[in-house]
């Protein structure tokens, strides 16, 4: 039996090259939650997530005062198990939020790890349903100072000229008119066969306020709008999915199975944009990912494209993957060794072993917020990989 034998937590920021705005906020950096989790076969997975604008450390800190202590000595190959075993540990600490990315990334550095030692690709590992590419949109159109309508239509037009059958850009965060001319701006740059979807990040809050938008982007026939509101409010995500022909697309922010369960049940989303580096990792991913299925939903997750695009190539309704073109937006792209590689506006399928990328320590190092600190048999907290 292999057993745990350490595991590893840091935690980096790495700032934006230029402020960039969403719907609600803006981003001068992020943080990122890093672990490493060793077997005493040698072999070792890696598990990360975005521990927010600030306060990354404490994804960090959960992973090593709360969870890290209860797998070290334990059966790597018990995923399962583990999970529950965290989640029961974490009740009182937050079901959601910090507490749950810190169980979700441990929970994805042992499916790497266990792929790894295989010498397996991970999506192979789970279970391949796609074995060479994976549809993906390119993710971006954000606020920028001095970013014009058109500006917005020249950068959509990049995607698709890279091969991109579907594109993604923010709305929300200006007036009825403006966010109109965007998307009209970006329609026409694209053409009518590209999918354009909007990305609203809880923009609003209020169903009235949410259909005055969406009665504008309407004649420009987006795929979907995504978070039009708070997370929490599934009721009016239920009420907007009802009044509008665009299919509602939600639960990048949203945890554990049973509110996703609530949401489809409701009717809230058309889509669903879980995120395993959130909702619980790739055990709690895929019991989503199958719940949702029963429900004839596809899923297209949010964000870290390299993480995600083999779960999507894992199962059936695996629609596509969030890819972002390049590390201006999501910079977590600087602290990895390898890219993934593009073809006709699809993702390559990695077929190396595992996720097929480890950190760049070097680069990490330099935007490290504190040093690796390690729990292991035998050890207390120590600094150092």
């Known amino acids: 039996m292999t057993k745990i034998e350490s595991v590893n937590a840091c935690t980096v920021r790495v700032p934006l090259n230029v402020p960039t705005a969403f719907s609600t906020r803006r981003v001068l950096a992020r943080d990122y939650a890093l672990v490493r989790v060793r077997g005493d076969d040698g072999v070792e997975g890696i598990g990360f997530c975005y521990g927010g604008n600030n306060?990354?450390?404490?994804?960090?800190?959960?992973?090593?005062?709360?969870?890290?202590?209860?797998?070290?000595?334990?059966?790597?190959?018990?995923?399962?198990?583990?999970?529950?075993?965290?989640?029961?540990?974490?009740?009182?600490?937050?079901?959601?939020?910090?507490?749950?990315?810190?169980?979700?990334?441990?929970?994805?550095?042992?499916?790497?790890?266990?792929?790894?030692?295989?010498?397996?690709?991970?999506?192979?590992?789970?279970?391949?349903?796609?074995?060479?590419?994976?549809?993906?949109?390119?993710?971006?159109?954000?606020?920028?100072?001095?970013?014009?309508?058109?500006?917005?239509?020249?950068?959509?037009?990049?995607?698709?000229?890279?091969?991109?059958?579907?594109?993604?850009?923010?709305?929300?965060?200006?007036?009825?008119?403006l966010e109109e001319d965007r998307i009209r701006a970006a329609r026409e740059a694209i053409g009518p066969d590209v999918l354009l979807t909007l990305d609203a990040n809880n923009a609003w809050n209020d169903l009235p306020t949410a259909l005055r938008f969406v009665r504008r982007y309407e004649p420009y026939d987006p795929y979907w709008v995504e978070e039009p509101f708070s997370p929490d409010d599934i009721d009016n995500h239920a009420r907007l999915a009802a009044a509008t022909s665009i299919n509602v697309a939600t639960g990048e922010i949203e945890v554990g199975r049973w509110r996703f369960k609530h949401l489809l049940e409701s009717g809230g989303a058309a889509i669903l944009q879980t995120d395993a580096a959130v909702c619980g990792g790739i055990s709690e991913w895929r019991r989503i990912a199958a719940t949702a299925a029963s429900f004839g939903v596809n899923m297209c997750p949010h964000w870290f494209h390299d993480l995600h695009i083999h779960l999507v190539a894992s199962v059936p309704n695996g629609e596509m993957v969030e890819f972002f073109p390049d590390s201006e937006v999501l910079n977590f792209r600087r602290l990895v060794d390898t890219q993934l590689e593009i073809q006709n506006g699809e993702l390559v399928l990695p077929q190396t072993p595992g996720m097929g990328f480890d950190f760049d320590e070097e680069v990490v190092s330099s935007f490290a917020m504190d040093p690796w600190q390690r729990v292991g048999l035998g050890n207390s907290f120590k600094a150092g990989a």
């Open 55 to 177: 306060a990354g450390g404490l994804v960090t800190k959960a992973v090593l005062d709360l969870f890290a202590p209860l797998l070290v000595g334990q059966d790597a190959h018990a995923v399962e198990r583990h999970w529950e075993v965290m989640y029961r540990e974490g009740l009182l600490q937050g079901r959601a939020g910090a507490v749950m990315r810190a169980l979700s990334i441990l929970d994805i550095a042992m499916w790497d790890r266990n792929a790894r030692a295989a010498n397996l690709p991970l999506y192979k590992f789970l279970g391949a349903h796609r074995t060479e590419t994976v549809p993906a949109y390119a993710s971006g159109g954000y606020y920028l100072e001095g970013k014009t309508p058109a500006m917005l239509g020249e950068e959509m037009a990049r995607y698709v000229a890279m091969g991109f059958k579907a594109v993604k850009m923010k709305v929300g965060g200006h007036g009825e008119q």
